[in-house]
């Protein structure tokens, strides 16, 4: 009898919490790495996670929870991590145990600030993970749409074709579509910058720019983004499949996207502080902007909409002013 490789997912946040409900649909058992002791026991005991998604219920004989690191890694063949970037190192640094033989996929959409490199490459770069091991998992697709059970679709990217078609599989439902790629960091990136592109977004809506304007933002997004990854990782990729443009449009327009709230916030004139402060979750755009900015300062890639967001966002300059300058730019 064959054995099949045993799942488990890094994150108590959403999209975590999405993940798990979209494995469950398929394995008898999900290994559910959660860093706070309290979520995992009121999981137990009311068989919802009590802080992202309440409304999905899981049966609990189908997960392995532990807020053991190692423990959880020791138990899984493919680590799938959902954790903040901004915090995804200070769980990396209480791993102990060998990585050696595990496969790893990333469903994280930023940049590791201790690195400054996207997870797929931080994971290669320090802790030595081949490249045939190292996976990502990018939308377009909300967790909140895949809670309420609505068709989305989902890009698997990884230089191994069979172990992007099993998580694929793994992941695969009545409300869920996959399809494989091989761009690991291409995808990465665009997860990434399209989060900058939604914060843009935002702010234009909160600055009272309307859909004409808009629509004119997010075309001119989505050739930004394709400088930036061509300076980043050059290879064939159509930009306009899914993984990309279909990612940074419904991160730039639709209500569920943090990253737009962020922004919309900061358009109608709140400070970086306050508008953190007001939002549950966290906005990967913020720590993205930063980022790829210096990143982008060594390759040289024409990204006006990423300047004009780091502007605002890092040197406190005036949201109205960059975007009235930032309109004479697109085209």
């Known amino acids: 009898m064959e054995v099949k490789p045993k799942i ?92 050696d033989h595990k496969v790893i996929f990333s469903a994280i959409k930023g940049i590791i600030p201790k690195s400054g490199l996207i997870v797929g490459e931080h994971f290669h770069d320090i802790l030595n993970i081949k490249f045939e091991n190292i996976g990502v998992i990018t939308g377009p697709c909300h967790a909140e749409e895949v809670a309420l059970e609505r068709l989305s679709y989902l890009t698997i990217a990884c230089k191994d074709e069979e172990k992007a078609n099993f998580i694929g599989k793994s992941l695969s439902s009545r409300y869920i579509k996959t399809k494989t790629s091989d761009d690991i960091i291409g995808t990465e990136y665009a997860a990434m910058l399209k989060n900058i592109y939604a914060i843009a977004a935002g702010i234009a809506h909160g600055l009272g720019y309307g859909d004409n304007f808009q629509s004119v933002l997010m075309s001119n997004a989505i050739r930004e983004m394709k400088r930036y990854i061509k300076k980043v990782h050059k290879m064939k990729r159509n930009i306009n499949n899914s ?39 966290v906005a990967e755009g913020y720590y993205a902007t930063k980022s790829a900015y210096e990143i982008n300062q060594k390759n040289g890639a024409n990204t006006p909409i990423i300047d004009a967001v780091y502007r605002i966002l890092y040197e406190g300059k005036n949201a109205k002013n960059q975007f009235k300058k930032l309109t004479e730019l697109l085209d």
């Open 8 to 99: 488990a997912v890094f994150g108590s946040g959403s999209w975590a919490t999405a993940i798990v409900k979209m494995l469950c649909e398929n394995l008898d058992t999900v290994g559910w790495y959660m860093r706070s002791e309290y979520t995992a026991e009121h999981l137990r005991r009311n068989n919802h996670n009590p802080s992202y998604l309440s409304s999905v219920e899981f049966h609990m004989d189908q997960l392995f929870l532990s807020n053991d690191i190692n423990k959880m890694i020791e138990y899984a063949d493919y680590l799938i991590f959902a954790i903040p970037s901004a915090f995804v190192q200070d769980e990396l640094d209480k791993i102990k145990v060998s990585l």
């Open 243 to 281: 993984a990309y443009l279909g990612d940074l449009l419904v991160t730039g327009y639709s209500v569920f996207s943090r990253n737009r709230m962020f922004g919309n916030m900061i358009g109608k004139g709140y400070t970086v502080k306050s508008a953190m402060l007001e939002m549950v979750m």
